[in-house]
């Protein structure tokens, strides 16, 4: 059975933007630290290339780690949750829910790198949603209420992470 987390493919499509916008904003914190580590942009770009159809889901599941791995080259946390939300960005070709777990680790990014920037950027990633991605991201479930996919009990369920989620989601509901 398919997990209500992945998303038919066209919202997963609409959804990658999205999420590579996300990432992409705070990933001057990782190639700050690791200026020839291009693992992070080269997910960013996979990430847009998917989106417009370039790139095919079967090649880019095989791919989606590469991304999120080059948080070993990053030494500060925010840089590290930088080269994630590149990770959780990848791996939208996979499961749609990723997309908000590069949103949150790129709100956590923000906030480790200057306290109290948190907000803002959870704000700016609510305001820039498209209608399409509005509508796509609505049909994931409510973190923690099914266990198939990132949004399921996890890293991205609990603490700042979750929390994180949690906030775009209850701004979605309002939104209706």
Avoid: N
Avoid at 25 to 49: H, K
């Amino acid at each position: 059975m398919v997990s209500p987390q992945s998303l038919s493919e066209d919202d997963r499509r609409v959804v990658a933007v999205w999420a590579a916008d996300c990432a992409e904003r705070v990933l001057p914190l990782f190639e700050a630290e690791a200026p020839d580590d291009d693992r992070a942009r080269d997910g960013i770009a996979r990430t847009r290339a998917f989106a417009r159809g370039d790139l095919d889901a079967a090649g880019e599941i095989r791919r989606r780690f590469a991304a999120g791995r080059a948080a070993a080259s990053a030494t500060s946390p925010g840089a590290k949750a930088a080269a994630r939300a590149a990770g959780q960005a990848s791996g939208v070709a996979h499961m749609g829910a990723h997309a908000l777990g590069a949103a949150a680790y790129a709100a956590r990014a923000a906030e480790l790198a200057a306290p109290g920037s948190g907000a803002a950027e959870i704000a700016r990633q609510i305001e820039s949603m498209s209608e399409p991605v509005r509508t796509a991201l609505r049909r994931l479930p409510l973190l923690g209420e099914d266990s198939s996919g990132p949004l399921g009990p996890g890293l991205l369920a609990s603490g700042a992470l979750g929390d994180i989620i949690r906030t775009i989601q209850t701004a979605l509901a309002r939104s209706d």
